[in-house]
């Protein structure tokens, strides 16, 4: 089921409601006796933010991560055939 957000036009409190699509919130949830809403204090819905993932400046293509990888793995392993020319075994 879908959550709606509401906010109180009296109390302005902000509920997170899970309901199906057919149901609606008419009243604050919060109108009784030892709140400072009356009871057919109205609510509205308010429209959710999707998609708040930032973009980035620069995508990457697929497969660049594991190119970049192997690539400095080649190096790595240059380096390590270099040391070991100049290995001489200890006696």
């Known amino acids: 089921m ?19 699509f057919s149901e609606t919130v008419d009243t604050c949830l919060q109108a009784n006796e030892q709140s400072k809403c009356n009871p057919a204090a109205k609510v509205s819905r308010i429209p959710q933010i999707i998609n708040l993932v930032k973009k980035q400046e620069k995508k990457t293509q697929v497969g660049q991560l594991v190119n970049e990888h192997i690539d400095s793995a080649k190096k790595e392993v240059e380096e390590y055939k270099e040391e070991m020319k100049n290995w001489i075994p200890k006696q």
């Open 2 to 20: 879908p959550k709606y957000i509401y906010k109180c036009e009296e109390c302005e409190e902000i509920y997170n409601i899970v309901h199906t």
